[in-house]
């Protein structure tokens, strides 16, 4: 009786045990996912503000939406500039003389802000 | 007999597996926080160049309404109305960027318009720490 009672205990521990361990690991493993989209969510904003400051600064310098379209390498639509990536979106309107710059990923605007054109 | 029962499954292995569950917790943790302060340093980045290129982008507006002004010689009235200060030929305004910095601008109207400076200060005194004793040059 007292051998079948402390086989049913040991089995209690070990299963409490590997509860204890998986929760564990699933915690951790979850806490690394959650790092691993953080930093990937940080590198794509950072790759989009950096596309955008080059776009940004190429207006301010001209006032042209063609030497945009020409500094990124992309063709002009409809008056409209938009610069694809795997990552991000980046969409540029111009109206008035000034330009408005959209980052999108995955339809989730990110970025938008507007630039002066050139004095 | 006690203690064998007390320890029970607490073998080596399961020592190594809480072991490694401890590390995997520490190193978890750490690249979770790093990764949020990267996050966040990414977002402050991205607000602060917004609010630049916003302020920019008001301040440009503000130069090219004074150009006009300018020649339709009612330069006075226009810098008013954008809160400007004139000073002989010289026009000065600001753009706040943030409630810390601003935007300050100077244009000279001199037959055309001339831009003296554009550029981003700080709006809020700097206070240097003194706490460390720095040596001044003194003995």
């Not at chain 2, 569950?21 to 402050?44: D, G, Q, W, Y």
């Not at chain 2, 002004?69 to 330069?75: D, G, K, M, P, V």
Request: with cysteine.
């Amino acid at each position: 009786m007292d051998n079948r009672r402390g086989a049913g205990l040991l089995i209690l521990e070990i299963a409490a045990m590997l509860l204890v361990f998986s929760l564990g690991a699933a915690v951790c493993l979850r806490a690394f996912g959650a790092a691993a989209k953080a930093r990937d969510d940080a590198r794509v904003r950072n790759a989009a503000m950096e596309a955008a400051v080059m776009a940004a600064e190429t207006f301010r310098a001209t006032g042209d939406p063609d030497s945009v379209a020409k500094r990124l390498n992309i063709p002009s639509v409809d008056g409209e500039l938009c610069y694809e990536t795997s990552d991000f979106t980046l969409r540029f309107s111009f109206s008035g003389g000034e330009m408005q710059v959209q980052a999108f990923e995955a339809d989730a605007c990110i970025l938008s802000f507007r630039v002066g054109g050139a004095l | 007999m006690n203690n064998r029962r007390f320890f029970g499954p607490v073998g080596l292995v399961s020592l190594g597996v809480s072991f490694a569950l401890v590390v995997m917790a520490i190193f978890s943790v750490t690249s979770l926080t790093k990764a949020r302060a990267e996050l966040s340093r990414a977002v402050t980045v991205c607000d602060a160049k917004a609010a630049f290129y916003l302020a920019d982008a008001e301040a440009a507006h503000i130069a090219r309404a004074l150009e006009a002004a300018y020649s339709e010689q009612r330069l006075e009235s226009c810098a008013e109305e954008y809160a400007c200060t004139v000073r002989e030929n010289l026009v000065s305004y600001g753009v706040p960027l943030d409630d810390r910095q601003v935007l300050a601008v100077t244009l000279r109207f001199d037959g055309e318009m001339e831009i003296l400076s554009w550029r981003v200060e700080n709006t809020q005194r700097w206070n240097p720490s003194d706490a460390i004793s720095v040596w001044t040059g003194g003995n």
